[in-house]
């Protein structure tokens, strides 16, 4: 499967169970290519720092790790860097600045300057006029009219990737969803947990 492909079957799925399991692999194998030393490859420090604040609110911490903890920045800028075309790049990070013209308008500051009330407003404001989109987006479908492309827009791609960073990091998926991550064979006498307890 291309990098291309996969980047698409991302942004055109809203639910990502629905996504194929290989798409899952490829993206853990894209954590397994993280540097021990952080080092950017795209973003530079003010476009890191607003992305993983947008992505520690979609995913905060609580008594499980948030986006900022298993690294969702690191992995966003990996997949900027070696999955996105020029075009889309461009798009996500002409996307990105907007957040901060939002911002200024606003609140006269930066995003990540801004104090956590006025962060989740504008978070708020984000997902709201996402939220717009896909209805309007529903509303042209059933119309048959060209429609309102939702998947299209920044918040849509950044909550996607964040997502995806997310629960194919080993962490968070062990730690918010419970389960082991999936060998890439599989064993059929392979004994359950309840089976390796009663063993002990």
């Known amino acids: 499967m291309q990098r291309r492909e996969v980047i698409r079957l991302l942004m055109g799925t809203a639910a990502l169970p629905l996504l194929p399991r290989e798409v899952f692999a490829l993206f853990q194998q894209v954590h397994k290519g ?6 950017l490859k795209t973003l530079n420090s003010h476009q890191d720092a607003t992305v993983t604040t947008i992505a520690e609110w979609i995913i905060p911490q609580t008594d ?21 075309d020029d075009e889309d790049r461009k798009k996500f990070l002409d996307g990105l600045a ?16 801004c104090p956590i009330p006025q962060q989740k407003h504008l978070m708020t404001v984000f997902d709201e006029e996402l939220t717009e989109l896909r209805q309007g987006q529903l509303h042209a479908a059933r119309r048959r009219r060209t ?21 194919t990091s ?4 062990k730690q918010a969803l419970h389960y082991e991550i999936i060998p890439s064979q599989h064993s059929q006498c392979a004994p359950l947990p ?7």
């Open 170 to 173: 080993e962490d968070g998926a």
């Open 98 to 113: 907007d957040v901060d013209v939002k911002s200024h308008d606003l609140y006269g500051k930066d995003f990540v300057d």
């Open 34 to 39: 993280l540097p021990i030393t952080p080092a």
């Open 147 to 167: 429609r309102a492309v939702a998947e299209n827009s920044f918040f849509y791609a950044m909550k996607q990737l964040t997502l995806m960073g997310y629960f």
């Open 64 to 84: 499980t790790p948030g986006a900022k903890a298993v690294r969702v920045n690191e992995f966003i800028d990996l997949i900027l860097s070696e999955w996105y």
């Open 194 to 200: 309840e089976e390796e307890e009663a063993a002990k």
